[in-house]
C-alpha cells in the first residue's frame, strides 16, 4: 500500500489468491456482486482523502447476515483475510486493503431500516445503512438521533459504531458507543453474536457490545445495531460568533454552559483561514458577518420546552459575552436552513483544505482547558519547522477535539511538503502528551496510527489488546494489521 508522502508497511503475505478459491467466495453472493475488474474494485481501494491506495483480490458485497457469516467462515478455513468496509469515509485507513490476499467486506447492500420504536426510543438497523437515513427515520417519527458529522450523506452505521465516530454531538449525547444499546456481529469463526439488545440497563458479565464497537473490525464484523433516539427539541437556536482568540472562546464556552445547561447541544470553534477556505471552495458558502475575525464560535442550544425558550437563552449568553468583551460580533440563524447552512461550512472545513494543496491532519484531544495553551504551543513548533505553513486548527471545544490541519505554504511543492507529514505528527503529538491528551480523539488508529499507539501505550495494556485479539481472532483474518500488530 503506498500513500501520498507518508511511507506504510505492506502485507508481508502478497501471493495472491487461487481463482478456485475466488470462485467459492463469488458463489456466495453471486457473480453481479463479487468485483474482481481493477476499475470496479477502484472505488474501494482508495479513500476520499486520496492517502491511502490499496490492493484487494476482490470485493464482496453481501446482502445478509448469512451471507456474511458464510464469508467469514469461507475466510477462517482459508486463513484469507477479510477487510470490513461502510462507507469508506475513514481518515487512517482502517476500510482500506493491502495486499492482493485481502478481500475488501462491503456492507453496503445491509441496509434496511428493521424497526423504529418510539416508545423505547430505539432503532434498530442494518450496518450499511447511511447515517442521514437514520436522521431521517428518527425525525420521521418525532425522535432525534444526534450522531452528526461532516460525511454523514455516505458513511454508514457499521462504519460510525466500528470507529465509535464522536462529530458535533458529542458534547450533550456522547460518542457513537454511547448511543449504541445493541449489536449483531458475525465472529471470527463465522458464528453470529446476536446481541441486538434494548436494555438500558444489563449487568450480566462482561460487556462483548463495547469490545465490538470502536475495534475497527478487528474483533467481529459489526451487521447491525439498536440505536438510541431522544426526544426531538422543540426549540433550537444557531450562532455564529467572533472572537478574538481561543482563550475568549474557552470563557464563552463556561459561558454558555452556565446559561443553557446540558441544552448546550454545539460548541464548534475555528479560524478565520478556514473560514476563508470554505467561503474560497464551497459553493453557496457566504461569510455570515459584515467584518473579519481572527476565530469563530459556531453555538447551538436546543430546548425541550419552547423555540422562545432556546432564543431566551442564546440572547442571554450572547450578552453575557459581549458584556464581557468575549464576543466581538454574532449572527443568529433567522431561519432553519440559515442554521444548517451555519452548520455546513463548519462541517465543510476539512473537505475546502483539499483544493487548498497538501494537508497535515491531526485528529488530537487535550482536557478542554488546555486548548488554547495546546495551539500556542503547537503553532511556534508548526510554523519552527516549516515557515509559511497555514494552520487550520478548528472543532469541538466543547470536549477538547481539535482537528490541527495544516495546509501547505503558498507555492510549496505538494510532495515535499507532505514528506514532512511523520516529523510534524511526531512534534504536534508530543505537545498532546505533555497535556496528557490523545493523538486519535475520534478518527480512530487503523494502519496510519498503529505504531504510534504501540508507542504511547502501556506494555500491559498492548498485552491486553493483542490478547483480545487472538481470543477473538486467532487466525487474524479480520482486517490483520490494523490497531494492533500480532
Not at 458475525?186 to 453474536?193: K, Q, R
Not at 464497537?213 to 438510541?228: D, P, R
Not at 431566551?312 to 464581557?324: I, P
Not at 452548520?343 to 483544505?353: D, I, K, N, T
Request: negative net charge; hydrophobic residues 45%; proline residues 5%.
Amino acid at each position: 500500500m503506498t500513500t501520498a508522502g507518508i511511507a506504510l508497511p505492506e502485507d508481508p503475505q502478497d501471493a495472491p489468491l487461487s481463482g478456485e478459491l475466488l470462485q467459492r467466495f463469488a458463489a456466495i453472493v453471486g457473480d453481479g456482486n463479487a468485483l474482481t475488474a481493477p476499475d470496479d474494485m477502484a472505488p474501494y481501494l482508495a479513500e476520499p482523502r486520496d492517502l491511502f491506495h490499496g490492493k484487494a483480490a476482490a470485493v464482496l458485497r453481501p446482502k445478509t447476515v448469512e451471507e456474511v457469516a458464510a464469508i467469514v467462515r469461507l475466510a477462517n478455513e482459508t486463513k484469507t483475510p477479510l477487510v470490513p468496509q461502510g462507507g469508506n469515509t475513514g481518515h487512517v485507513g482502517g476500510q482500506s486493503p493491502r495486499s492482493p490476499r485481502q478481500i475488501v467486506l462491503s456492507l453496503a447492500r445491509l441496509d434496511q431500516i428493521r424497526d423504529v420504536d418510539p416508545i423505547g426510543r430505539t432503532i434498530s438497523v442494518d450496518a450499511g445503512v447511511v447515517l442521514q437515513r437514520v436522521q431521517e427515520a428518527a425525525e420521521a417519527a418525532g425522535l432525534l438521533f444526534p450522531l452528526s458529522l461532516g460525511s454523514e450523506g455516505s458513511c454508514q452505521v457499521g462504519g460510525n459504531l466500528a470507529s465509535n465516530a464522536g462529530g458535533t454531538g458529542v458534547l450533550a449525547y456522547g460518542n457513537a458507543r454511547d448511543l449504541c444499546l445493541g449489536v449483531e456481529a458475525v465472529l471470527a469463526s463465522g458464528e453470529i453474536f446476536h446481541g441486538l439488545r434494548r436494555l438500558k440497563k444489563d449487568n450480566r458479565g462482561y460487556d462483548i457490545r463495547n469490545l465490538l464497537v470502536g475495534s475497527e473490525g478487528t474483533l467481529g464484523i459489526i451487521t447491525g445495531a439498536v440505536l438510541k433516539l431522544y426526544p426531538r427539541p422543540a426549540g433550537r437556536e444557531v450562532a455564529f460568533v467572533g472572537a478574538a482568540s481561543p482563550d475568549d472562546a474557552l470563557k464563552l464556552l463556561r459561558i454558555a454552559e452556565r446559561h443553557a445547561g446540558g441544552g448546550l447541544t454545539g460548541f464548534e470553534f475555528m479560524p478565520r483561514l478556514g473560514l476563508d477556505f470554505v467561503l474560497r471552495h464551497i459553493e453557496g458558502a457566504r461569510d455570515p458577518m459584515a467584518e473579519p475575525h481572527a476565530w469563530y464560535v459556531l453555538v447551538e442550544v436546543s430546548s425541550s420546552r419552547s423555540g422562545e425558550d432556546a432564543r431566551d437563552t442564546m440572547e442571554a449568553l450572547l450578552a453575557d459575552g459581549f458584556e464581557a468583551s468575549l464576543v466581538e460580533d454574532a449572527a443568529i440563524a433567522k431561519s432553519l436552513s440559515e442554521a444548517k447552512a451555519f452548520w455546513h461550512m463548519r462541517e465543510s472545513m476539512s473537505w475546502a483544505q483539499k483544493p487548498e494543496g497538501g494537508s497535515i491532519k491531526h485528529d488530537v484531544a487535550v482536557p478542554v482547558a488546555r486548548v488554547p495553551d495546546f495551539l500556542t504551543a503547537a503553532d511556534a513548533a508548526v510554523l519552527k519547522a516549516i515557515p509559511g505553513a497555514r494552520i487550520c486548527a478548528f472543532g469541538h471545544l466543547g470536549d477538547g477535539n481539535v482537528h490541527y490541519n495544516i495546509s501547505q505554504p503558498v507555492g510549496a511543492d505538494k510532495e515535499d511538503f507532505l514528506s514532512h507529514w511523520r516529523e510534524i505528527n511526531g512534534l504536534v503529538h508530543a505537545i498532546v502528551a505533555d497535556m496528557e491528551g490523545t493523538f486519535s480523539a475520534e478518527h480512530g488508529i487503523g494502519l496510519l496510527k498503529r505504531d504510534e499507539l504501540s508507542q504511547t501505550k502501556s506494555a500491559t495494556e498492548m498485552d491486553l489488546m493483542r490478547a483480545i485479539k487472538r481470543i477473538f481472532d486467532p487466525n487474524n483474518i479480520l482486517n490483520p494489521a490494523k490497531v494492533v500488530q500480532i
